[in-house]
């Protein structure tokens, strides 16, 4: 069974940093393709970033794009999102997610529903 544990969010103030880990288990971790999700109060989950399995390419949101980096471990099985220059609007739980298929592997896709497995989430609140 795959798990996905978020850790590393927290309270910050706007223009600071946080990293964002998120282990996983359960699969072939070198091959699988991870991305980083976040919603924010009375909004719907939106995509922030994620890295293919094959080619380690990155994509990110357009509002991120600059200031965050995806990046992964594999001899850790881990994914890491570094979140640079926060801002207020940057506030929101932050999901770990993992597609299934060798597709999504390749190319992951930006809609949540292109994703299998989810992590529980960790709260990043960014103070103006």
């Known amino acids: 069974q795959v798990q996905l544990v978020e850790s590393g969010g927290g309270l910050v103030q706007a223009g600071g940093s946080l990293t964002l880990s998120c282990a996983a288990s359960?699969?072939?971790?070198?091959?699988?393709?991870m991305g980083w999700f976040r919603q924010a109060p009375g909004k719907e989950r939106e995509f922030v970033a994620a890295?293919?399995?094959?080619?380690?390419?990155?994509y990110y949101a357009d509002a991120v794009k600059g200031r965050f980096t995806i990046s992964r471990d594999n001899a850790k099985s881990t994914v890491y999102l570094q979140m640079n220059s926060l801002k207020p609007e940057d506030t929101a739980v932050y999901y770990c997610?993992?597609?299934?298929?060798?597709?999504?592997?390749?190319?992951?896709?930006?809609?949540?529903?292109?994703?299998?497995?989810w992590g529980q989430g960790t709260q990043v609140t960014v103070s103006p």
């Open positions: 359960g699969r072939t971790f070198s091959t699988g393709a």
């Open positions: 890295i293919s399995g094959i080619g380690y390419s990155t």
């Open positions: 997610a993992a597609p299934e298929g060798p597709l999504y592997n390749l190319r992951p896709g930006r809609g949540p529903s292109t994703y299998r497995y």
